[in-house]
């Protein structure tokens, strides 16, 4: 079964560094995801991208986040200047429409 | 922005027994999914169901988006079914921007 994959699958960085997760969408989606759960709370949305550009954005990604999809098949996400609280598991996942999402086995990022 | 209240938070059963999980919208019904996170923190889509009912197995979901209300069923439980179940939903005119529940953690003794 097709499936979204990512890496690393944990990352340790020093406060105030940039991290870039990356995301193998299923190659014949169209719609890409970041959502991103901090320990033992509810996942939350982070941006949706479709044809090269954001299509949606929380209120937070602005302030600290971007993400480009440089080729044909990997989607990334960067924080900018990681803080004690960006510490969480963050999920990328992929749709074929805007229904049906496959989630990614998840980036546990770890902020010291 | 829309509120997405999962029941109950906590929910421990022995197997075999079935139960019965709800999720409540503040807003319309557009894209609702089922997702289970396994123990392992991986993320599962169990169904896409804006509304009526799909079976898959042992579980089976059934939505009543005119009032605005999702039910997951699970039946004949297993210790593999525990972990945390989330139901997502865009809502209004956002489709692709899921709002999740705070889930219903599920354990299941043998």
């Known amino acids: 079964e097709p499936e979204v994959t990512q890496t690393p699958s944990h990352q340790v960085t020093q406060m105030g560094q940039e991290v870039i997760l990356r995301c193998v969408p299923i190659s014949n989606h169209l719609y890409f995801y970041w959502y991103r759960q901090i320990l033992g709370q509810k996942v939350e949305f982070l941006v949706s991208?479709?044809?090269?550009?954001?299509?949606?954005k929380s209120e937070i990604f602005d302030d600290q986040f971007s993400v480009e999809r440089p080729d044909g098949s990997n989607f990334t996400l960067k924080i900018r200047s990681t803080k004690l609280e960006d510490s969480a598991m963050y999920f990328c996942a992929s749709s074929p429409d805007l229904y049906g999402y496959t989630f990614g086995s998840g980036t546990r990022l770890t902020v010291v | 922005g829309i509120q997405v209240e999962q029941s109950p938070p906590d929910l421990i059963l022995q197997e075999g027994a079935n139960s019965t999980l709800r999720c409540n919208f503040s807003?319309?019904?557009?894209?609702l999914q089922w997702f289970h996170q396994n123990p392992w923190g991986q993320l599962i889509n169990l169904f896409y169901?804006?509304?009526g009912t799909k079976q898959n197995g042992r579980l089976s979901a059934t939505t009543v988006a005119t009032e605005r209300y999702s039910l997951l069923y699970i039946s004949s439980s297993q210790t593999t079914d525990s972990g945390v179940y989330f139901c997502?939903?865009?809502?209004?005119?956002?489709?692709?921007?899921?709002?999740f529940g705070q889930g219903t953690i599920l354990t299941v003794h043998p």
């Open positions: 807003d319309s019904v557009n894209n």
């Open positions: 169901i804006p509304s």
């Open positions: 997502g939903n865009a809502g209004g005119t956002s489709y692709g921007k899921l709002t």
């Open positions: 991208f479709y044809n090269n550009e954001i299509s949606e």
